[in-house]
């Protein structure tokens, strides 16, 4: 049974960084591609970023280009998520997911993902 488990939230203040991590376990994510999504309070949850199965297409929603980077470590298993230039609209519980199929672009679409975890809170203050 695939698990995935989030950690690295916390609060901070405006302008600050974070790095998430998502830890897989159950089986190889080797081929699988990787997600990041968040949902603030009283909103939908929203794609973030994501990275393909083959680790060579990365997509980022609009609002944090240039500020959130994904990467990660096939040997351990986990993906990454730093966080830049934090502002208080990034508050947000953050769940990171992972998609079975191997599109050649990460898929933003919530429905797609096949195992989730259980969220990191991030909260940051102005």
């Known amino acids: 049974q695939v698990q995935l488990v989030e950690s690295g939230g916390g609060l901070v203040q405006a302008g600050d960084s974070l790095r998430l991590s998502c830890a897989a376990s159950g089986r190889s994510l080797s081929n699988y591609g990787w997600g990041w999504f968040r949902q603030a309070p009283g909103k939908e949850r929203e794609f973030v970023v994501g990275i393909s199965w083959s680790g060579r297409s990365t997509v980022y929603a609009d609002s944090v280009k240039g500020r959130f980077t994904i990467s990660r470590d096939v040997a351990e298993n986990t993906v990454y998520l730093q966080m830049n230039s934090l502002k208080p609209e990034d508050t947000a519980d953050y769940y990171c997911?992972?998609?079975?199929?191997?599109?050649?672009?990460?898929?933003?679409?919530?429905?797609?993902?096949?195992?989730w975890g259980r969220g990191t809170q991030v909260t940051v203050s102005s």
């Open positions: 997911a992972a998609d079975r199929h191997t599109f050649s672009s990460p898929s933003t679409v919530i429905q797609d993902y096949d195992y």
